[in-house]
T-cell receptor, first 114, second 112 residues
Framework: ELKVEQNPLFLSMQEGKNYTIYCNYSTTSDRLYWYRQDPGKSLESLFVLLSNGAVKQEGRLMASLDTKARLSTLHITAAVHDLSATYFCAVDIRKETSGSRLTFGEGTQLTVNP | SQTIHQWPATLVQPVGSPLSLECTVEGTSNPNLYWYRQAAGRGLQLLFYSVGIGQISSEVPQNLSASRPQDRQFILSSKKLLLSDSGFYLC???????????FGPGTRLTVT
């Protein structure tokens, strides 16, 4: 059974600081996704990482994937209040008969304080 | 462009009552469709997925069922709700064997 573990689960940081969220998974996969969820809202796609060594950046967020270590990171640079949300990683275990199938981590609840 | 709709947005139902949640996708054909449940403060659990009309796979045993009567319609049902069925239900779609899943706005279900 695939396990996806995120840490930390709760993160409180000051504006302007940097931090990294980690996502470890237990079985081979070369597809990993990061989503953002605001309170009471649905999931918004942030990054799609499709190969070993993939790195993607959008604004103050940068995601990377190391398939050999089964690890993805989401790095936050110079945090601002608007980044406060819950961030999920999801690992894709593809099966030919089902297409994309995602297993989610528990989420990291990020609070950025002024 | 593609859009995904869910309704109702919120629902309060008593224990033992039936349930029907609907999800529709516009702007694409033959999508893979998914139902997830999110308990308060937790991650998402995949409940059902479908690769075509009438084709449903269940991920976890439960008192819920799913149906796909049309290509872009996915329905989640229950004959008798339990308190533990409360949660945020999200429908998602992906393009066949493509990668990314796109999520609908969700239905918040409270069973009382």
């Amino acid at each position: 059974e695939l396990k996806v573990e995120q840490n930390p689960l709760f993160l409180s940081m000051q504006e302007g600081k940097n931090y990294t969220i980690y996502c470890n998974y237990s079985t081979t996969s070369d597809r990993l996704y990061w989503y953002r969820q605001d309170p009471g809202k649905s999931l918004e796609s942030l990054f799609v990482l499709l190969s070993n060594g993939a790195v993607k950046q959008e604004g103050r967020l940068m995601a990377s994937l190391d398939t050999k270590a089964r690890l993805s990171t989401l790095h936050i640079t110079a945090a601002v209040h608007d980044l406060s949300a819950t961030y999920f990683c999801a690992v894709d275990i593809r099966k030919e008969t089902s297409g994309s199938r995602l297993t989610f981590g528990e989420g990291t609840q990020l609070t950025v304080n002024p | 462009s593609q859009t995904i709709h869910q309704w109702p947005a919120t629902l309060v139902q008593p224990v033992g009552s039936p349930l029907s949640l609907e999800c529709t996708v516009e702007g694409t054909s033959n999508p893979n469709l998914y139902w997830y449940r999110q308990a308060a403060g937790r991650g998402l659990q995949l409940l059902f997925y479908s690769v075509g009309i009438g084709q449903i796979s269940s991920e976890v045993p439960q008192n819920l069922s799913a149906s796909r009567p049309q290509d872009r319609q996915f329905i989640l049902s229950s004959k008798k709700l339990l308190l533990s069925d409360s949660g945020f239900y999200l429908c998602a779609w992906s393009r066949g064997r493509s990668y990314e899943q796109y999520f609908g706005p969700g239905t918040r279900l409270t069973v009382t």
